[in-house]
C-alpha cells in the first residue's frame, strides 16, 4: 500500500530527511518549499497525507490546514505538523482546524515511521471497506 505524501517545509535538509524516509518505506512523495506552493500542489493533485512545518511562511500550520479542508477532495486528508517546540496553543489550533498529528523536532525516527505505518493501516482500511 503506497501512500501519496506532500511534504511542506521551508528546510531543504528537513524536507530531504522527510522525503528519504518516507520514500525509503514505499510511499510516493512530493516537496513544498513554501505553504502557498504547497496549496498550489494541492488543488490539482491528491495526497493520502500531508506534512508541514510549525510555523509555515506566511499561513501558519492551523490556516493552512483550514486552506487545505477547502479544496475539493481534501476535505478529509491528514495534516501531520512537524513543529520545533511544544506550543500547546499552536498545538491546540492545529487540532481545532483538523490537524491530525503534531511531532515536536528532532524527530524520532521510530515515532515518525509506526505514525506513517498508521496512516497506511487508514488507507488499506478504508479502501478495504469502500471496496465492500
Known amino acids: 500500500m ?10 531543504q535538509s528537513l524536507r530531504k530527511f522527510l522525503k528519504a524516509t518516507v520514500s525509503a518505506m514505499g510511499n510516493h512523495v512530493v516537496e513544498a ?22 510555523p509555515l511562511l506566511e499561513l501558519g500550520a492551523a ?19 512537524i ?10 489550533q492545529v487540532r481545532s482546524a483538523g490537524g491530525a498529528g503534531w511531532l515536536v523536532q528532532p524527530l524520532q525516527p521510530q515515532q515518525f515511521i509506526r505514525m506513517l505505518e498508521g496512516f497506511k493501516a487508514r488507507k488499506a482500511k478504508m479502501e478495504s471497506e469502500t471496496k465492500s
Do not use: C, R, W, Y
Open 2 to 11: 503506497e501512500l501519496s505524501v506532500i511534504v511542506v517545509h521551508s528546510s
Open 83 to 92: 513543529a520545533a517546540s511544544k506550543d500547546n496553543e499552536a498545538k491546540e
Open 33 to 54: 518549499e513554501s505553504d502557498k506552493q504547497g496549496l498550489s500542489f494541492l488543488e490539482s493533485n491528491q495526497a493520502d497525507l500531508i506534512i508541514v512545518e510549525q
Open 63 to 81: 490556516n493552512f490546514i483550514t486552506q487545505v479542508k477547502l479544496i475539493p477532495g481534501h476535505e478529509q486528508t491528514p495534516v501531520v505538523v
